[in-house]
Structures are given as C-alpha cells and as structure tokens.
C-alpha cells in the first residue's frame, strides 16, 4: 500500500464490536480488569490507551518503523529521546536546529552531564570529525528552518553506523508524506506534530518512531515512567488530521513552489531559501532523499524595516509562529521562533534581520501571490 492509501485505509477500531469508520475517544483514564492478579491489554492510559494506539501505530507505518510514540508535544518527544542518554554522554548535532531544541540543548542537557558539540552537518566529514569515544547520538534536521538548508541523511547514516551511534533526525518539516528518514538509514524519527501532521492548527503532539525493537522497549519504558503521552482527545484529532495530509501537502507544495519562483524574480526580494528551487545549493541532494521542497520557505527582503512592513501589510499571511497549517502565515525568524538562539552560537545561525519565513496553506495560489506582490511593491 503507498502512503496515501495508507493514511486513510487502515484499522481505525480494533476490537470494537460496532466497527466504526472514525477511532473512538477512549476518554478513560483508567480501564477495569477482570482478573484480580493479572491485567488486561489496557490497564491505565498513561501505559497505553486505545486511541493513542491507533496513532501510535498508525505512525509506525507511515514512517516505516517498528514502533511509534506519540507525547504531548514536539518537545517532550525530543526529551524522551535525549533521556536515552547518560550523563558524560556526548551529541554530535548540526548547529541549526528549532528553537525549542537549541533552549533544551543549551540550558536543560548540560544539567543532566550531557554534552553537545556543534557541527556543519551538510558536511559529513566534519560531523565524523567531531565524533568522541563519548558520543552516543548523532542529530540532525533537514531540512533545517528557517534557512532551509539540506544534510544529505544517507551519508549521514553511514557515519553513524560505522562509529555504532543513535542517528535521531526532526523530520517535521517534510513529514512521512515526502521523507521517510528511517528508510535511508536513521534510527530515530522525531516530529512534531504541531505542525504538517496536524495541520489545523489545533493540537500540539510530538511523534517518535523508531526501527529497533530494544530501543523501542526503552522508549516505551520512559514514556509511561515519565508520563509524557498525547492525551486521547488530542489522538483522535492528530488521527482526523493525518488523513488529509496528502492532499494538504500537495497543494501547499504545488503553492509553494509558485510562489517561490514569484519571489525569485521580483527585484525587492535578495535571496529565496527553498529545497525545491534547482538553484538551491543542495537541490540534488534533497530530491535525493525527499519526495519534494514541501511548502516552507524563507527570503530575505533586503532591511529589517522591509520585512517588517511586508509581515505587518499582508493580509492573507496571519503572522504567527509555527508552520504547516492550512491557513499561510509570516514570520520574521530573528524576531520570533528564534529569539532565543544561544548567544555563542548567534554567529553561524542566527537569522539576518531582514529573513522573512513563509509557510503556505491551501489557500488559491493566485490569491496568495498577489497578497504578497501588494506587499513587496509598497515597500
Ligand atoms: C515546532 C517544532 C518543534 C517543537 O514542537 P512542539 O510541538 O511545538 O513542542 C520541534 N522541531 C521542529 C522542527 C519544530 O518545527
């Protein structure tokens, strides 16, 4: 089955005697149990709940994994992960990462003795030349917000098998519909599900999915211990969310790709970031590994002042953080997700005062870049 049949065709209700087309609320708490001395499959839902489960499994394929977690936000999926580390243990990453990701890296690892050591990841020799006998993890995202650049995950996973490393990769910018990281090699798939997997704007979840049985008991075992898990209600909407997201991905990326060749020709734009450009710098690489551009993507409008007056007279673009609804919005990077970049890293990744990030929604295309035009030509 591809991908697209697989996110509607699949079984929303196992066991349930009235076989539903849509997966139940399991709003419970807990679950009783027949036998005094022994339990049932579901017992309290913080170990398990039957419409998590769904999700949790429903992801397992769509990523190709053997096993799937869903948590109450993109963060504490990313959390989850790093508690596989111990303290001395050591992280090898690409320098550009979320925002959310460089505040726990920077201000919350370091107290549990992790350590991590920034690299340029689109070169693979220099993420092998950081590599310690203390490292355990390599991570990476691409491609990366808001300068959307690639890292070539294959190469990548090869450096991470031959030193016997945990490849962990944010794929929440392409989502399972044009990336399949596990496919080209990574253990440990991260999204967050905030953004394309939800899609609306009204759910923040977080996504782990891994291929390895063992590491897959150990995530399981932090999960329920620590009792990050996505909630029943939240399931059910990210379930109803990822069954369009095919057809919200075409269309934003068909979008997107307009509306980048629109900005790469208007004399008040300077530079366009986008994966799906064949000017991009690591355009092959990236159409290597991924299925398409997807519809993020930023430029660079000349002041801080310009972008400024382009975000603020927009009318369809709702200037707002996150990315990968249906509804377009705008938004100035330095000033906003990325605020809070680590001073000492502000050379090499902080976002120029004149970047504008775009992430496109369903809306007519047309429609879009015409909005965009009004504000570019009254600058
Ligand atoms: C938004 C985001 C996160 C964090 O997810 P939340 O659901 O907001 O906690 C992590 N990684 C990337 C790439 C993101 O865009």
Request: charged share 20%.
């Amino acid at each position: 089955m591809k991908l697209a049949t697989r996110l509607v065709h699949f079984e929303a209700a196992p066991k349930d005697p009235y076989r539903p087309k849509a997966t139940p609320i399991y709003q419970t708490a807990t679950f009783e149990q027949e036998n005094a001395d022994s339990l049932g499959e579901y017992d309290y839902s913080r170990s398990g709940n039957p419409t998590r489960k769904v999700l949790e499994d429903q992801m397992a394929a769509l990523e190709g994994g053997e096993r799937g977690f869903c948590y109450a936000s993109g963060m504490a999926a990313i959390t989850s992960v790093m508690r596989l580390l111990r303290a001395g243990d050591e992280i090898v990453s690409d320098y550009d990462l979320y925002g959310g990701t460089s505040r726990l890296f920077a201000k919350v690892l370091p107290r549990a003795g992790v350590v991590i050591r920034y690299v340029d990841a689109s070169d693979p020799a220099a993420v092998a030349a950081a590599i310690t006998t203390k490292t355990r993890m390599i991570y990476v995202e691409s491609p990366t917000n808001p300068f959307l650049r690639v890292i070539d995950l294959v190469a990548i996973a090869e450096v991470a098998k031959k030193n016997d490393l945990l490849f962990a990769i944010d794929n929440s910018v392409m989502s399972p519909y044009l990336q399949n990281p596990l496919q080209l090699g990574a253990d440990v798939v991260i999204h967050s599900a905030t953004k394309f997997l939800c899609g609306h704007s009204d759910v923040t979840a977080g996504v782990v999915v891994v291929k390895d049985k063992a590491l897959a008991e150990q995530l399981y075992f932090l999960q329920n211990a620590e009792g990050t898990a996505l909630g029943p209600f939240d399931s059910y909407l990210l379930l109803r969310g990822l069954k369009t997201l095919k057809v919200r991905m075409d269309a934003q990326q068909r979008s997107c790709e307009a509306i980048a060749e629109f900005l790469t020709t208007h004399s008040k734009v300077r530079e366009v970031y986008y994966p799906g450009l064949a000017s991009h710098k690591d355009y092959a690489i990236h159409m290597r590994q991924a299925r398409g551009g997807g519809s993020l993507l930023s430029f660079t409008a000349g002041s801080a002042e310009s972008a400024k007056a382009i975000a603020e007279r927009s009318e369809l673009f709702s200037i707002s953080l996150s990315f990968g609804s249906v509804q377009s919005s705008i938004s100035i990077p330095l000033k906003m997700s990325h605020s809070s970049v680590p001073v000492e890293m502000t050379s090499v990744r902080k976002p120029p005062a004149d970047m504008l990030r775009l992430s496109i929604g369903i809306e007519d295309t047309e429609d879009l870049i015409a909005d965009l035009s009004a504000s570019l030509d009254s600058i």
